[in-house]
């Protein structure tokens, strides 16, 4: 059996790479990294929208392409594999999963259109403190149709538009949809690792909302999308984890010592084949979530668990080894390894940390081997 993409999915992958090589290459990321960054390339966003990515799972309906979440993982592991600066997860796998899950037919019609065009940056506020996201943790509140409480960190809340929100109603978890430029938010940029995706702590005083979903479904609806983007991010990371084992590989035959080329030597030859059993476990459950994502399986929770947990281990441990395979220089600001390894901090922690799913996961595979 063929479990790999088709033939039109992966052309679409070989043009998304083919399109990255050429406008988004690692100087493009680089400039993003001194403190007056924007935060995201605006240029770049408006290129990747005109592709037609943005509205690669979103129906034909809404002005989207209709294609698929399959497709969209072939674009998600391209976007990881160019490190590229775009808002991309927080309004495709975020913003918009939570209005095609819980948006009425209005809400749909007035945002999706936007998302597509690349004209709305929506994003997700959920964390109010460390560790896992539940009912103790969260004390933003809303009454009367109104906002109150702190967001920390809001994965690119400085450059976002709206934001999905979750709070409290009466005590009851529910998501709302906020307007971030709108009356009672303010907004401060936290400095993060990687400047190229950058997060912000925001504050919401009275700020007015609209509802998204019912009362007291909103920690369900959360974790619903959490597990859907847990995988659209796990591509994102394999397509990095891929592209440092390139960068070490091709150093390690480039850089000769001692009259031969240093991948020769067992200590490098070693350092790759890790990154290279680790890529490929990644791979594996990142392709077995997007089953589960794309066909709204049963198994979809623990598929997703899987995926992030690999995912996050592969691209960091492929990080810090494209590293010291580069030696010295590896540490240096003029070699692209610290733009891989600066994504794959921020990734880890997007979607929540991979601790918390590891224990998400055993409690799932408990629950289950006891039913």
Not at 47 to 65: C, D, K, T
Request: hydrophobic fraction near 45%.
């Amino acid at each position: 059996m063929n479990f790999d993409f088709s033939e039109e999915q992966l052309a679409l992958k070989d043009e998304a790479r083919k399109f990255l090589a050429a406008k988004c290459p690692p100087d493009r990321v680089r400039k993003l990294m001194d403190e007056d960054s924007p935060g995201f390339d605006p240029e770049l966003w408006s290129q990747v929208a005109e592709q037609g990515w943005l509205g690669a799972a979103i129906p034909e309906e809404h002005g989207g392409l209709g294609l698929g979440y399959l497709e969209l993982c072939c674009i998600a592991e391209e976007l990881g594999r160019a490190v590229a600066p775009v808002p991309f997860a927080s309004t495709v796998y975020f913003f918009a999963e939570a209005l095609l899950r819980a948006g009425s037919a209005e809400q749909k019609a007035k945002y999706l259109p936007q998302v597509v065009t690349g004209e709305l940056i929506g994003t997700i506020a959920s964390a109010e403190q460390a560790g896992a996201v539940s009912v103790a943790n969260i004390s933003a509140e809303v009454s009367g149709g109104k906002l109150t409480g702190v967001k920390l960190p809001v994965t690119d809340g400085v450059v976002a538009h709206h934001a999905v929100v979750l709070a409290k109603e009466g005590g009851k978890p529910t998501l709302y949809i906020v307007d971030l430029n709108g009356p009672g938010v303010t907004r401060e940029a936290v400095n993060t690792i990687d400047r190229s995706r950058e997060a912000a702590r925001v504050e919401f005083k009275d700020a007015p909302v609209e509802r998204l979903g019912e009362v007291g479904d909103g920690l369900a609806l959360f974790e619903a999308i959490n597990d859907r983007a847990a995988v659209l991010i796990a591509f994102e990371q394999v397509g990095g984890s891929d592209m440092c084992l390139e960068m070490a590989k091709n150093y390690a035959l480039d850089r000769f010592a001692f009259g031969r080329a240093i991948g020769g030597y067992q200590a490098i030859k070693h350092r790759l084949a890790d990154m290279y059993a680790k890529n490929v476990l990644a791979r594996g459950n990142a392709y077995y979530g997007a089953w589960a994502l794309n066909s709204d399986a049963p198994e979809l929770p623990i598929a997703a668990a899987g995926a992030r947990i690999s995912a996050c281990d592969a691209y960091w441990f492929a990080a810090k080894e494209n590293v010291q395979v580069h030696g010295g220089m590896g540490f240096t600001w003029e070699i692209d390894a610290h733009l891989h390894y600066r994504r794959s901090r921020q990734l880890a922690l997007v979607a929540g940390s991979a601790r918390n799913w590891k224990h998400r996961l055993v409690s799932m595979l408990e629950r289950r081997n006891a039913a």
